[in-house]
């Protein structure tokens, strides 16, 4: 797994010039890359996950554009329109910021589900559809959402259908308190989040990711393995508290980022506790819990983890 160490490790190194602390949420954003996913960064403000992204689109020198997402914005705003010429008496099209290779949609819940339901079709397929005409997207096209988990005012809850679009629901969580005096130490010292151009970051060579993409498929994933995964996703669907559980999408990505995860170890084969490892991220949003769940304060990763408990390991 040559290929997937030396991305990960430059990766690892130049994110830490940039992002103090958040090595967990960094990795699991190299596996959503990986894996060729899109993925949901839930936090509260002023975490760097816009930085966090920003910063990942420059390493691997790939067209960025961000969407703040607010209550008028419309479909077309996201994904493009085709404008009357009057001089040529022709229809051209305007893009839309969807026509990239990583697109951060801001605070997605602030916008209706219609323009919501753009995006389902550029994520699924890498193509749009305007006025009856589809049009290709980057082959490494790829979506990470931002979430507010602290307001709710004003703001859409994302349908199922969506939330299944995306691979990963990455947390991001306060940084330590070592990790917070870095911060001011790096601010105190001249450091400039919003200017991720002049950081000097060192660029992912050209090739790299696509060669590592190709390295995953070499990883094996033994049948009892590929049962234990089907094990865990049908009990999902089946737990007391949940009203709908994870899709074969959601068993498709698990075993596609456990194969991830196990390169990221250096083992070109999976073992359970790779599975077990990325299972909360991968599985979270995918999980729909009964009202009477939420009232007695049981989460969809308390869930998962007793899913966990409940499955046998394979020998």
């Known amino acids: 797994m040559e290929q997937v160490a030396r991305l990960v490790g430059h990766i690892r190194t130049e994110m830490g010039r940039v992002v103090v602390g958040q090595r967990e949420a960094i990795d699991q954003m190299i596996l959503c890359l990986l894996c060729g996913g899109h993925g949901i960064l839930e936090g509260v403000p002023g975490l760097a996950k816009t930085l966090s992204v920003k910063a990942m689109a420059r390493l691997f020198q790939v067209s960025f554009h961000r969407v703040q997402c607010t209550p008028d914005l419309m479909p077309a705003d996201v994904i493009g329109t085709n404008v009357f010429n009057a001089s040529t008496a022709q229809f051209t099209l305007r893009r839309g910021p969807v026509f990239t290779d990583l697109l951060l949609v801001d605070e997605i819940n602030r916008t209706p589900p219609r323009t919501q339901s753009a995006l389902l079709e550029a994520m699924e397929e890498r193509q749009v559809t305007i006025d009856g005409e589809r049009h290709p997207l980057s082959e490494v096209f790829t979506v990470f959402a931002t979430l507010n988990p602290i307001e709710f005012e004003g703001t859409y809850p994302l349908p199922e259908a969506q939330l299944d679009r995306f691979l990963m629901k990455i947390l991001i969580d306060y940084p330590s308190i070592e990790s917070e005096e870095d911060i001011l130490k790096r601010y ?56 709908l559980g994870a899709s074969p999408r959601g068993a498709i990505g698990l075993l ?39 009232l007695e304060s049981i989460t969809p990763d308390s869930v998962i983890d007793e899913v966990l408990r409940s499955v046998e390991i394979p020998k």
């Open 188 to 243: 105190e010292g001249g450091f400039d989040a919003r200017d991720v151009d002049g950081m000097d970051l060192a660029a992912v060579p050209a090739g790299a990711l696509s060669a590592a993409r190709h390295e995953l498929k070499g990883v094996r994933v033994d049948d009892a393995l590929v049962r234990y995964i089907t094990s865990l996703v049908r009990r999902t669907r089946e737990w007391p508290s949940v009203s």
């Open 256 to 294: 596609g980022v456990a194969k991830a995860v196990a390169a990221l170890e250096g083992r070109d084969y999976v073992i359970p506790d790779d599975v077990k490892s990325i299972a909360r991220p991968l599985l979270r949003h995918r999980v729909l819990l009964k009202p009477e769940a939420n």
